[in-house]
Nanobody, 119 residues
Framework: QVQLVESGGGLVQAGGSLRLSCAASGRYNMGWFRQAPGKERDFVAVIGWSSGATMYAASVKGRFTISRDNAKNTVYLQMNSLKPEDTAVYYC????????????????WGRGTQVTVSS
């Protein structure tokens, strides 16, 4: 069983930055998803274990950066130029299917961390 633990969420003003972290054991592709109140969970970004290939949702491309430190088994999501519409619970996920934006590609999920962006 893989345990994922997210951290780094919080309250920030629009235009500000936050960095999320997710600690996970094992060699998995790691993704970030988010769910705003009353909405479905959406893909944010993913990074491959071996290739380091990345993929981003159009809504965050150019503002968010996903990275990983394999030695520390940790994946990061650097979020810059935050907007109120980025407010959501952010989930870390681990999978082996590939660099995928689809939830079905992930087997393990964290419990989420709240990010709130005030206007």
């Amino acid at each position: 069983q893989v345990q994922l633990v997210e951290s780094g969420g919080g309250l920030v003003q629009a235009g500000g930055s936050l960095r999320l972290s997710c600690a996970a054991s094992g060699r998995y592709n790691m993704g970030w998803f988010r769910q705003a109140p009353g909405k479905e969970r959406d893909f944010v970004a993913v990074i491959g274990w071996s290739s380091g290939a990345t993929m981003y949702a159009a809504s965050v491309k150019g503002r968010f950066t996903i990275s990983r430190d394999n030695a520390k088994n940790t994946v990061y999501l650097q979020m810059n130029s935050l907007k109120p519409e980025d407010t959501a619970v952010y989930y870390c996920a681990a999978g082996s299917v590939g660099v995928s934006p689809r939830e079905q590609g992930y087997t393990y999920w964290g419990r989420g961390t709240q990010v709130t962006v005030s206007s």
